[in-house]
T-cell receptor, first 113, second 116 residues
Framework: AQSVTQPDIHITVSEGASLELRCNYS??????LFWYVQSPGQGLQLLLK????DTLVQGIKGFEAEFKRSQSSFNLRKPSVHWSDAAEYFC???????????WGAGTKLIIKP | DTGVSQNPRHKITKRGQNVTFRCDPI?????LYWYRQTLGQGPEFLTY????????KSRLLSDRFSAERPKGSFSTLEIQRTEQGDSAMYLC??????????????FGPGTRLTVL
């Protein structure tokens, strides 16, 4: 069955440091990949997506992600985090003819001052 | 484009009561999705509509749950005879899906349901 794994439940990073959040998926065909961010008590905001083409995609708020087919990964990166980046980050994969989203369990990002 | 809106934002109810949530999608979006999210988890798909047609329902959606999207605009999700296990955040998303292509889902702020 298709699945999405975010191996890190929590990550703590100092403000100004770089960030990488991991996402691995299990899917036979070319997936459609998404990263969303969720602040406490809020809905999900789209950060970036990959459908095809350049495997390095740029998103909002200075985030980027790289699709690596050989590793079945779509890791999210940011060169320098800000305190306002503290939130929960979800990776999702679109699969099937209806492109239903399969979600990871999320990674909670904590920013140290 | 005012985004996806959901009402109410919070609902507290007693076990056994019926509740109804409303979602207003981004205008001209032809797809509307409902998800449920519990603490520490990603969203779980419940159902989706293509225009007014409900095309898929998750096995998570028991007979107590029903969703409608009359006229292909707003949608309602009703839970009958609520149980404590129904306590969760209910998320609505909408998208415009061209034929044969993937879509990008845009989410509303959610309705947090607490069943006492």
């Amino acid at each position: 069955a298709q699945s999405v794994t975010q191996p890190d439940i929590h990550i703590t990073v100092s403000e100004g440091a770089s960030l990488e959040l991991r996402c691995n998926y299990s899917y036979g065909a070319t997936p459609y990949l998404f990263w969303y961010v969720q602040s406490p008590g809020q809905g999900l905001q789209l950060l970036l997506k990959y459908f095809s083409g350049d495997t390095l995609v740029q998103g909002i708020k200075g985030f980027e992600a790289e699709f690596k087919r050989s590793q079945s990964s779509f890791n999210l990166r940011k060169p320098s985090v800000h305190w306002s980046d503290a939130a929960e980050y979800f990776c999702a994969v679109g699969e099937g003819s209806n492109y239903q989203l399969i979600w990871g369990a999320g990674t909670k990002l904590i920013i140290k001052p | 484009d005012t985004g996806v809106s959901q009402n109410p934002r919070h609902k507290i109810t007693k076990r056994g009561q019926n509740v109804t949530f409303r979602c207003d999608p981004i205008s001209e979006h032809n797809r509307l999705y409902w998800y449920r999210q519990t603490l520490g988890q990603g969203p779980e798909f419940l159902t989706y509509f293509q225009n007014e047609a409900q095309l898929e329902k998750s096995r998570l959606l028991s007979d107590r749950f029903s969703a409608e999207r009359p006229k292909g605009s707003f949608s309602t999700l009703e839970i009958q005879r609520t149980e404590q296990g129904d306590s969760a955040m209910y998320l609505c998303a909408s998208s415009f899906r061209p034929a044969g292509a993937a879509d990008t889902q845009y989410f509303g702020p959610g309705t947090r349901l607490t069943v006492l």
